[in-house]
């Protein structure tokens, strides 16, 4: 949520930070709603003041007697207070916090100009892309290997689902698991199981509503989480918390759910975009000062990840038009896939600034100031994009899969298949 101070301060420089990100000017139309809103205001506390000044005159004109001006008095009352309703200053209020709410972060300086994920920049890359020959997509591995069951899951519950079975699940399991005790352990996050329902209030808090509510599931009063994200940043909703001398860290391995709404057609072979995965989340909640800094840990506390895993990845800084709507800053890492001969996402890690803080009244207390909190957040990583990637990096010319050496005190084992 943007502070319309800040527009008013400089409504240039506010509309051409959002051109950055392809959007028209918005400042008037959002300096016309926050004018009628303070008219409002103002007309409903001039209105609340002459009555207090009224209401003495009437006590006035009353104790001597004198009904007729008491009663012309009333009516004086009675009109400003009308007038003051009709202005309606909550419905004005509620009108500009709503533009607000669809309007996107601005970016940082740093972040590259471009309409797409064509104009993303590589910042730096670990290992180079392997090449194995007859190399095969993780699909084609796992069915031959029948521990990948795509038409079962179809059949229970449409398309974008899968079965795992065997030593896929338990795979699947372990990286989870084990994603989970390195950011515990060595990286010093705090792990949370949090709810997998949400109410709205926490989704408009992280940004997801109004804008993109047909990307989520919902149930009832409640929405499941299409990320970790919202149940973890939301821990400091509507509090003011002592200052942060350290970032709060936190982490979770969760169910994820989405409609993936804007998909239809993209990806449609295998696990790589499911109505349902697993998913190993970071967030931090740091002073403003601190969030550059924690920005470039969390997403080297996912990079670890990778490397530990023996895959080829990239660090990639998303372009204005490609970085997502709470965020000022957000570096993608993208694994290499050899059966697909492609860089695909495994990691994404934000610094959404106090864009996320000002939605959800988050703020910590520095002397006697109030100030909106930093929140940052990161995959870390997507579980079964891991799975995949390990999959094709390790495959073997026979079909089984090599199993990582940290995973295998979790597996038992050092190959599947």
Same mark, same amino acid.
């Given at each position: ?43 409903? +506390? ?20 004198? /009904? ?14 009308a007038e003051a309703a009709a202005a309606d200053p ?42 194995? !020959? ?5 699909? +084609? ?15 229970? =519950?449409? =398309? ?24 515990? %352990? ?6 949370? $199981? ?11 808090? /992280? ?26 940043? $939301? ?20 169910? @994820?759910?989405? =409609? ?7 990806? !449609? ?24 800094? +924690?920005?470039?840990?969390? /997403?080297? @506390?996912?990079?670890?990840?990778? /490397? ?10 998303? @372009?204005?038009? %490609? ?8 570096? %993608? ?15 994404? @890690?934000s610094n959404c600034r106090d864009f996320q803080a ?10 006697? +100031? $109030? ?7 990161? =995959? ?17 010319? %026979? ?15 050092d190959r599947i298949g």
């Open positions: 949520m943007h502070d319309i101070k800040t527009v008013r301060t400089d409504p240039a420089g506010f509309d051409a930070a959002l051109a950055r990100r392809g959007l028209p000017p918005q400042s008037v139309a959002l300096l016309a709603l926050d004018e009628a809103r303070r008219a409002a205001i103002a007309l409903g +506390e001039g209105a609340q003041a002459r009555r207090n000044a009224l209401s003495r005159e009437i006590g006035a004109a009353m104790k001597r007697g004198d /009904t007729a001006e008491a009663e012309r008095l009333k009516a004086e009352v009675a009109a400003a207070m909550a419905a004005r209020e509620a009108a500009l916090s709503e533009a607000l709410a669809v309007l996107p972060n601005t970016l940082d300086p740093e972040v590259p100009d471009g309409a797409d994920e064509s104009a993303n920049v590589v910042l730096h890359q670990h290992g180079e892309p392997a090449e194995i !020959t007859d190399a095969k997509q993780h699909f +084609e591995l796992g069915e031959a290997l029948g521990l990948m069951d795509f038409a079962t899951a179809a059949r229970l =519950s449409g =398309s974008r689902f899968v079965v795992l079975k065997g030593a896929l699940a338990r795979l699947e399991r372990a990286l989870g698991q084990w994603m989970l005790g390195v950011h515990v %352990d060595r990286h010093g996050y705090t792990e949370v $199981n949090p709810p997998l329902l949400v109410q709205a209030p926490a989704l408009y808090g /992280t940004g997801q509503l109004p804008k993109f509510e047909e990307d989520l599931f919902r149930a009832g009063d409640h929405y499941l989480i299409p990320t970790a994200e919202v149940p973890l940043t $939301n821990l400091v909703a509507d509090q003011i918390i002592p200052e942060p001398e350290q970032p709060l860290r936190y982490t979770a391995l969760t169910p @994820c759910f989405r =409609s993936e709404a804007g998909s239809a057609g993209r990806d !449609t072979r295998g696990m790589l975009r499911q109505h349902q995965f697993p998913k190993v989340e970071m967030v931090s909640i740091t002073r403003p000062e601190d969030s550059a800094a +924690e920005h470039e840990r969390m /997403t080297r @506390c996912a990079e670890a990840i990778l /490397t530990e895993l023996g895959l080829t990845w990239r660090r990639i800084i998303l @372009c204005a038009g %490609d970085t997502g709507f709470s965020a000022a800053r957000t570096h %993608d890492l993208e694994v290499w896939l050899p059966g697909q001969r492609a860089w695909r996402e495994i990691s994404s @890690c000002r939605r959800m009244k988050a703020r910590f207390k520095r002397g006697k +100031e $109030n100030l909106f909190l930093h929140t940052l957040n990161g =995959s870390g990583v997507a579980v079964g994009r891991a799975l995949i990637a390990v999959m094709e990096t390790h495959q073997q010319a %026979d079909g089984s899969i090599r199993v990582p050496e940290v995973l295998r005190p979790w597996m038992g084992t």
